[in-house]
T-cell receptor, first 111, second 114 residues
Framework: DAGITQSPRHKVTETGTPVTLRCHQT?????MYWYRQDPGHGLRLIHY???????DKGEVSDGYSVSRSKTEDFLLTLESATSSQTSVYFC??????????FGSGTRLTVV | AQSVTQPDIHITVSEGASLELRCNYS??????LFWYVQSPGQGLQLLLKYFSGDTLVQGIKGFEAEFKRSQSSFNLRKPSVHWSDAAEYFC????????????FGGGTRLMVKP
């Protein structure tokens, strides 16, 4: 979607390695989110941010950390990747109320 | 906590036929409701949303949805399906709390027969 980009689009990594996914927005939206998508589960919230340096946990935050040092960037880090973290990761932005704009996703495979 | 159920994992309809995708939510107050569509390999695109007011909302691509509080439902409809509508559809509910986050259903995959 215009105004929000995710990188990388695809990544294969080994179990136990750290991985960082990046979400970049040009919309100056306050809220940014990381979701993971798995078959049958829809999208589940990992972490979200409501401002620079302001973040909070979502439904499935174990094994993930985030950082937001600038309005435009929201990073998701898997400290030590596991096979259960193989998924498609979506970043979203929102300027309220609630309507999300999604990025194109990052497909992560942990082998 | 809010939750969303989409009872149908897969639906197949013939091109030109009508469509209804079911969505049931659980939330204690007036919900904010959304339908998103995801084409293969793509992100999610907003089809329509309900915040308040008229319970029948119109969206893009000829879709509409009706909010029924008594049934805790927000079903998505289209009178005549096109082959390009084949995709996965997600219903979501938001609470309007500090995080402005959404809770999604598991999705319904729509297949369209020629």
């Amino acid at each position: 979607d215009a105004g929000i980009t995710q990188s990388p689009r695809h990544k294969v990594t080994e179990t136990g390695t750290p991985v960082t996914l990046r979400c970049h927005q040009t919309e100056n939206h306050r809220y940014m989110y990381w979701y993971r998508q798995d078959p049958g589960h829809g999208l589940r919230l990992i972490h979200y941010s409501y401002g620079v340096k302001d973040t909070d946990k979502g439904e499935v935050s174990d094994g993930y950390s985030v950082s937001r040092s600038k309005t435009e960037d929201f990073l998701l880090t898997l400290e030590s990747a596991t096979s259960s973290q193989t998924s498609v990761y979506f970043c979203a932005i929102s300027d309220g109320p609630l309507t999300h704009t999604f990025g194109s996703g990052t497909r992560l495979t942990v082998v | 906590a809010q939750s969303v159920t989409q009872p149908d994992i897969h639906i197949t309809v013939s091109e030109g036929a009508s469509l209804e995708l079911r969505c049931n939510y659980s939330y204690g107050a007036t919900p904010y409701l959304f339908w998103y569509v995801q084409s293969p390999g793509q992100g999610l695109q907003l089809l329509l949303k309900y915040f308040s007011g008229d319970t029948l909302v119109q969206g893009i691509k000829g879709f509409e949805a009706e909010f029924k509080r008594s049934q805790s439902s927000f079903n998505l409809r289209k009178p005549s399906v096109h082959w390009s509508d084949a995709a996965e559809y997600f219903c979501a509910v938001g609470a309007g709390n500090a995080g402005n986050m959404l809770t999604f259903g598991g999705g319904t995959r729509l297949m369209v027969k020629p």
